[in-house]
């Protein structure tokens, strides 16, 4: 699985960090971080993220 975030979309509102703790996260600048390759576990949870996404600024790739 791969993760990919459309930053240009994104507007750091969070959710996709409350969603999937794991993978998503801010930096010290306040900016979405994340894993683009996480472990296919955290599956359930990415695709929450993706879901919750005001946005619709992630993407999952198989």
């Given at each position: 699985m791969k993760v990919v975030v459309d930053m240009n979309k994104c507007q750091d509102h969070g959710q996709c960090v409350f969603a999937a703790p794991d993978v998503f996260s801010f930096?010290?600048?306040?900016?979405?971080?994340?894993?683009?390759?996480p472990d296919d576990a955290l599956r359930d949870e990415?695709?929450?993220?993706?879901?919750?996404?005001?946005?619709?600024?992630?993407?999952?790739?198989?």
């Open positions: 930096d010290d600048a306040g900016r979405l971080a994340y894993v683009s390759d990415v695709e929450e993220a993706a879901d919750v996404c005001p946005l619709q600024a992630i993407r999952i790739e198989d």
